[in-house]
C-alpha cells in the first residue's frame, strides 16, 4: 500500500516568494496532520483536519501560513509570502481513526528552504 | 513549555546489549504515549504505544514502561541491532495532538 505521499521532496526559493507543499494521505484515513521541524523547536503540530474539516490550527505560527484540504486525497500548507525563518522540514501524516493509540503515519517531508 | 522532555540527546550501545531511552512529560491529560524512529530523510516511523493505565506493553524487542507517579517512559530494545540506529522520539496524545519530546539519536555499533 502507498504510504503518505509528499511533494516536492526539496524546495528552495526566495525570500517573498509563495511555497505551495503537497500532500496526499493514505486512502481511507479520516486525519491529516502537517507538522514542522526545526531544530530550534523540534517536532510540532500546525494543523490537523478531520473528514477535510480543519479541527486546530492553533499551531500555525502567523497568518501568512495557510492550509487545505479540499478533497479526501488531496491537501496543501501555503506560505505566503516566505521568510527565511520558514526554513525547516515540513511532515504531513494521517491516521485511520479518532482513538488516540491509532498511529499516524508520517509522510517523508518536505525540506523547504528560504534564501 | 516543554510538555514532552528527552534529556539526553544521543545514546552510544554495543550490538546485543540493551538500549534505554528515556522520556518525561508534564502534561497529565495525555492518555496514550508514543514512540517513533526516524531514520534520515524520512518521516517517522510507529514503534510502540502504551496506554497512559498500562505500566508495560511489550512488541517482540521492544518494551515500553510507565511510571505515572514519576511521569516517565522509557523505551527498552533488547537486543540492540545496528539496525535500530536511528532518531527515536517519544511523544504524548490527547484529543488527536501529538506532542513530541526532542528526540535521542541512538548509534547500535558492530
Known amino acids: 500500500d502507498a504510504g503518505v505521499i509528499q511533494s516536492p521532496r526539496h524546495e528552495v526559493t526566495e525570500m517573498g516568494q509563495e511555497v505551495t507543499l503537497r500532500c496526499k494521505p493514505i486512502?481511507?484515513?479520516?486525519?491529516l496532520f502537517w507538522y514542522r521541524q526545526t531544530m530550534m523547536r523540534g517536532l510540532e503540530l500546525l494543523i490537523y483536519?478531520?473528514?477535510?474539516?480543519?479541527?486546530?490550527d492553533s499551531g500555525m505560527p502567523e497568518d501568512r501560513f495557510s492550509a487545505k484540504m479540499p478533497n479526501a486525497s488531496f491537501s496543501t500548507l501555503k506560505i505566503q509570502p516566505s521568510e527565511p525563518r520558514d526554513s525547516a522540514v515540513y511532515f504531513c501524516?494521517?491516521?485511520?481513526?479518532?482513538?488516540?493509540?491509532?498511529?499516524?503515519?508520517f509522510g517523508d517531508g518536505t525540506r523547504l528552504s528560504i534564501l | 513549555d516543554q510538555q514532552v522532555k528527552q534529556n539526553s540527546p544521543s545514546l552510544s550501545v554495543q550490538e546485543g546489549r540493551i538500549s534505554i531511552l528515556n522520556c518525561d512529560y508534564t502534561?497529565?491529560?495525555?492518555?496514550?504515549f508514543l514512540w517513533y524512529k526516524k531514520y534520515p530523510a524520512e518521516g517517522p516511523t510507529f514503534l510502540i504505544s502504551i496506554s497512559s493505565i498500562k505500566d508495560k506493553n511489550e512488541d517482540g524487542r521492544f518494551t515500553v514502561f510507565l511510571n505515572k507517579s514519576a511521569k516517565h517512559l522509557s523505551l527498552h530494545i533488547v537486543p540492540s541491532q545496528p539496525g535500530d540506529s536511528a532518531v527515536y522520539f517519544c511523544?504524548?496524545?490527547?484529543?488527536?495532538?501529538?506532542?513530541f519530546g526532542t528526540g535521542t539519536r541512538l548509534l547500535v555499533s558492530p
Open positions: 502534561n497529565s491529560m495525555f492518555d496514550y
Open positions: 511523544a504524548g496524545t490527547g484529543f488527536q495532538k501529538l506532542v
Open positions: 501524516a494521517s491516521s485511520p481513526g479518532r482513538e488516540d493509540n491509532q498511529p499516524q503515519h
Open positions: 486512502s481511507g484515513h479520516d486525519y
Open positions: 483536519f478531520n473528514n477535510n474539516v480543519p479541527i486546530d
